[in-house]
């Protein structure tokens, strides 16, 4: 089944610097699982089977967990189709990417 997930993972310190280094950690381990995937500002949007992204969505406090020990939450949307004409993330925001 395709679905998508949004995720935002959010480092509890004040430290601007960690949080971006914690957040670039996990979106490079998002990156070598090969699934389609965006980064925004706020929550990066994966796309894919389902039991791929549940695996990989499992995952990333652990992974945020490898180079620190601030807590870090994991807050994620999740969005199930059964039907092969879903909304791909392309869809949604392609006609937003030049302005």
């Known amino acids: 089944m395709i679905s998508s997930i949004a995720v935002q ?16 950690y996990v979106i490079a381990y ?20 389902y039991d791929q992204l549940m695996a990989i969505l499992k995952e990333l406090p652990k992974v945020a967990a490898q180079i620190t020990d ?8 999740i969005n199930m189709a059964t039907k092969s004409d879903v909304l791909t993330i392309a869809k949604k925001t392609d006609k937003y990417r030049d302005k």
Request: glycine letters at 6%; a negative charge; hydrophobic letters at 40%.
């Open 30 to 49: 998002i990156d070598k699982s090969g699934v389609n995937y965006q980064v925004g500002p706020f929550e990066s949007t994966l796309q894919g089977d």
């Open 9 to 24: 993972v959010l480092p509890i310190t004040a430290d601007r610097d960690d949080v971006i280094r914690i957040v670039d």
């Open 70 to 77: 601030v807590p870090v939450m994991v807050y994620s949307k």
